[in-house]
C-alpha cells in the first residue's frame, strides 16, 4: 500500500507492514534489503550514493555485500559516492579532515562531505536524477550522520534531485532525553531544536526535516523512505557493524548518550584503547574515588587521543545495566573531583555539544543529575507532540 506524504511537493511512499503474531517474531528486514522496492526507482537512472563502511546488505551464511558491489552487479548507472564523516571506509577520527578520492576498484569519485564541502556541490550532482542514501545513524543529535541528511537533502532540493533513503534501526531509539538545542548553538554537531536522544530512524527524522521547514529558504526535498519491516522503536537492534572507529560495541553505543559530553571535558572516554564509550577517566582524577586506570595509546580512529600515554583513573562503565536515559551522574561526579582541586574541567567544545550552556552552568551551581533532567522534561513534551507528525513505526 502506498501513502501520500502530507507534505507539499514531497512524495514519500511508504510500505505500510502487516504486522501479526509470526510478523512481530521475525527478524528486522532493512531497507536496504529490500531490492525490489527500491531497483526499479533507480534503474535508468543516474544515481548518486551517499555510503560508508556499513552500508552492507546481509546476506545467507552471515556474508555481507556492500551496496555498491550489489548495484554494479544490477547495471545501476552509479556516478558518484558522498561519504560522511570517518570517510568512506569508517576509519578516519572524529573530525578528521577528509579529502575527495577515486576508489581504486571501481574507479568511482568519492566526494567527502566532510572536507572541503560538507554539502554536494552543484557541480557534484550535475547529471545525477537520483541520490541513494543508506548511513547507519546511532540516534543522537551530535551524531553528524543526520547533519549529513540535512545538507544532502538541502542540495538535492536546490538541483531538483530525488532522494531514496534506505532506512535502518535506530540502537537508541527506545528513549528520547537530553536538552533541546537552542539556535544560537547551531553547529554541523547539532543543527536542529530536538533533544540529545531523539527516539527516531534516519527516515523519520528525514520527514520531520521536511515538515519542519528545516532546510534553507523553506526547500522541501522529494524523498522516498523504503522502511524497515517488523521494527518498533521498542527493538533490540545490535549493530552487525561499526558505525564509526569507536564505537565498536552495542554497550558503547549504549554508554554513548551518556559519554559524549565528556568530549567537551578534561576527560577521556577511552579513545585510544580497546574499549572506547565503555570506560572514562583521566590522570586528574582522584585513584581512590575512581579506581579503574588505563593508558590511551595511537591507534586507526584515534591517532592522537586525550592523554595519550598518561595513566588515567576512572570508571569502567561495560558491566553497567542497559540505559534508557542519559546518565548525568558521572558528569556531576568527575566535575566536583577537579572543582574542589582547582582543575578546569569543560572546554569550549561543552556548550557546543550540549546545545546550550545552562547544563555547564548547572553543573557548576551544584545542582544533581536528577534536578538537571528535571528541568528537562517540559521541552522534552513538546519535542514528542512535534515527533509524532512523522513516526513511521511504533
Given amino acids: 500500500m502506498i501513502s501520500k506524504s502530507m507534505f507539499k511537493n514531497t512524495l514519500l511512499f511508504i510500505v505500510f507492514l502487516t504486522w501479526g503474531c509470526q510478523g512481530q517474531n521475525s527478524p528486522i528486514i532493512l531497507g536496504i534489503e529490500q531490492l525490489d522496492a ?26 555481507k555485500t556492500h551496496l555498491i558491489d550489489s548495484l554494479l552487479t544490477k547495471n545501476i548507472n552509479i556516478k558518484a559516492v558522498f561519504a560522511p564523516e570517518h570517510g ?36 557534484q550532482l550535475s547529471g545525477i536524477d537520483l541520490i541513494l542514501f543508506d548511513l547507519q545513524d546511532v540516534g543522537l543529535r551530535f551524531y553528524t550522520y543526520i547533519s549529513t541528511l540535512h545538507y544532502v537533502m538541502e542540495a538535492c532540493a536546490e538541483q ?39 527516539g527516531m530512524t534516519i527516515g523519520e527524522y528525514a520527514q520531520m526535516i521536511n515538515g519542519q521547514g528545516w532546510l534553507k529558504n523553506g526547500l522541501i526535498c522529494d524523498i522516498t523512505v523504503i522502511p524497515l519491516q517488523y521494527y518498533t522503536h521498542q527493538t533490540r537492534y545490535d549493530l552487525p557493524l561499526r558505525p ?14 551518556s559519554l559524549c559530553l565528556f568530549e567537551g571535558t578534561d576527560i577521556s572516554i577511552g579513545r585510544g584503547t580497546d574499549t572506547p564509550f565503555e570506560i572514562f577517566g583521566s590522570p586528574s582524577l582522584s585513584p581512590e574515588e575512581f579506581d579503574f586506570s588505563f593508558k590511551p595509546v595511537s591507534q586507526q580512529g584515534a591517532v592522537n587521543p586525550p592523554h595519550l600515554g598518561k595513566q ?45 550552556s545552562g547544563l555547564r ?34
Fill in 38 to 63: 527500491y531497483i526499479p526507482l533507480l534503474t535508468g537512472k543516474a544515481v548518486g550514493i551517499v555510503a560508508n563502511a556499513s552500508s552492507v546488505i546481509p546476506t545467507e551464511k552471515e556474508t
Fill in 88 to 123: 568512506f571506509r569508517g576509519t578516519a577520527a572524529n573530525g578528521a579532515y577528509i579529502e575527495d578520492e577515486v576508489d581504486p576498484n571501481t574507479k568511482l569519485p568519492i566526494h567527502s562531505l566532510h572536507g572541503k564541502d560538507i554539502k554536494p556541490t552543484p557541480n
Fill in 160 to 198: 531538483g534531485v530525488s532522494l531514496v533513503i534506505l532506512d535502518r534501526p535506530n540502537p537508541n531509539g527506545h528513549y528520547i532525553d537530553g536538552p533541546i538545542l537552542e539556535k544560537e548553538y547551531q553547529s554541523f554537531v547539532g543543527m536542529h531544536p530536538v533533544p540529545i536522544v531523539y
Fill in 244 to 257: 564509526s572507529p569507536n564505537l565498536r560495541t552495542a554497550k558503547s553505543i549504549n554508554l554513548y548518550p
Fill in 312 to 356: 588515567c583513573f576512572g570508571k569502567d562503565l561495560s558491566k553497567t545495566e542497559d540505559l534508557s536515559a542519559i546518565r548525568l551522574d558521572w558528569l556531576v561526579e568527575t566535575f566536583k573531583d577537579y572543582h574542589k582541586k582547582g582543575i578546569p574541567f569543560f572546554n569550549n567544545y561543552f556548550n557546543k555539544l550540549a546545545g546550550n
Fill in 361 to 394: 552552568k548547572s553543573i557548576e551551581r551544584g545542582e544533581s543529575a536528577q534536578s538537571i533532567s528535571a528541568g528537562w522534561q517540559e521541552g522534552l513534551e513538546r519535542f514528542k507532540v512535534i515527533r509524532s507528525n512523522y513516526l513511521i513505526y511504533n
